[in-house]
């Protein structure tokens, strides 16, 4: 299996096991999310909820080569420090701007407040807190790759994973 076909959303690939972690259906991590600290702290109960079911598995035994997981969810956030000597690759699909990405390219629809701007910045306090813990990263496409902060591009490895267009464009 190459680490292209490994990819799978909300799915952490622990070792040679597959394990999904699925955070309950009500509880606090559903509330709407408010500025700043809403966004982040649905990351954190997540994270804390993998981080718990982890630690069950680790009780058994189970000690993963390879963490695979996707940063936006927040469940792989405390998992390295349970497992330093695992190697943690996060799915780096997309790095949120207030200019040029995902807000401000469309005249329909204009920038209110800067609350609206506080949001799209906050949104990526997850990310960076993943780029702090991970080992490497890998993105999708080299615009994903070039949204990514500086800091962390050394450690992303581009793998397209969605349609080779070469191959049905001719």
Known sequence: MSLHSL????YLLLGRELRLFRTP???PHRRRPTLGWGIL?????????YLAAAQKIKSEGFSPDLIFAH??????LLLKGLWPSSLLCIYCEFYYRWNGADVGFDPEFVRANIADQCRVQLKNTNNLLHFEVADAGLSPTPWQESMLPNFFKEKIT???DGIQTHLVSE
């Open 158 to 160: 581009v793998i397209h």
């Open 71 to 76: 940063p936006g969810w927040g469940g792989a």
């Open 25 to 27: 259906r009500k509880g």
């Open 41 to 49: 702290r649905q990351k954190v109960i997540r994270a804390e909820t």
């Open 7 to 10: 990819y799978v959303k909300t």
